[in-house]
T-cell receptor, first 117, second 113 residues
Framework: EAGVAQSPRYKIIEKRQSVAFWCNPI?????LYWYQQILGQGPKLLIQ????????DSQLPKDRFSAERLKGVDSTLKIQPAKLEDSAVYLC???????????????FGQGTRLTVV | DAKTTQPNSMESNEEEPVHLPCNHS???????IHWYRQLPSQGPEYVIH???SNVNNRMASLAIAEDRKSSTLILHRATLRDAAVYYC??????????????FGQGTILTVHP
């Protein structure tokens, strides 16, 4: 089965510019996650979608970060304006949610490495 | 969110068993114990999960204490490709943490040839 696709793989921008990341989850996976991973740290959950609704965005810096998941499939994460501390790897993951209320394992993409200079 | 505690790092020799511990004293009845690992320059990958009983799969075994306040991931024969950061995560099946996957710092496993 095809995995979680993310693009671009790498991005370098100047501070105060904007940037967008794209994620295509595994077909049929209702749950989608965006994570930020700063070098040397574990992934930090930014936002979780169930279909096209937001389940948790408590750690998303909403003054500069936004995310959407149109039609419950692809998702985009945007940063505007970027700061130096946003330099990190941005990971997308998806998970199947079955009718018994059980979540399957989460599958992660390769991530987008963002450098803000 | 229920928290987990893991050692920062562990070392092993190739072809020896590795036991990675995790403490989760505040685990709730609907929390599943998940393990993921992250190889260098890659996204995390699923290893194993369980609720109450011990679990085995092709990658590893998961031993869960009877009171569920701790668990151990067992790699039966470590290889150099098992060198990674291992994360123990409590994933709730319901409530306000609906399927949430919260990563901690994990355990850095070094495997020596």
């Amino acid at each position: 089965e095809a995995g979680v696709a993310q693009s671009p793989r790498y991005k370098i921008i100047e501070k105060r510019q904007s940037v967008a990341f794209w994620c295509n989850p595994i077909s049929g996976h209702a749950t989608l996650y965006w994570y930020q991973q700063i070098l040397g740290q574990g992934p930090k959950l930014l936002i979780q979608f169930q279909n096209n609704g937001v389940v948790d965005d408590s750690q998303l810096p909403k003054d500069r970060f936004s995310a959407e998941r149109l039609k419950g499939v692809d998702s985009t994460l945007k940063i505007q304006p970027a700061k130096l501390e946003d330099s990190a790897v941005y990971l997308c993951a998806s998970s199947l949610f079955d009718r018994t209320g059980i979540f399957s394992e989460a599958f992660f993409g390769q991530g987008t490495r963002l450098t803000v200079v | 969110d229920a928290k987990t505690t893991q050692p920062n790092s562990m070392e092993s020799n190739e072809e020896e068993p590795v036991h990675l511990p995790c403490n989760h004293s505040t685990i709730s009845g609907t929390d599943y114990i998940h393990w993921y690992r992250q190889l260098p320059s890659q996204g995390p990958e699923y290893v194993i999960h369980g609720l109450t009983s011990n679990v085995n799969n092709r990658m590893a075994s998961l031993a869960i204490a009877e009171d569920r306040k701790s668990s151990t991931l067992i790699l039966h024969r470590a290889t150099l490709r098992d060198a990674a950061v291992y994360y123990c995560i409590l994933r709730n099946a319901g409530g306000t943490s609906y399927g949430k996957l919260t990563f901690g710092q994990g355990t850095i496993l070094t495997v020596h040839p």
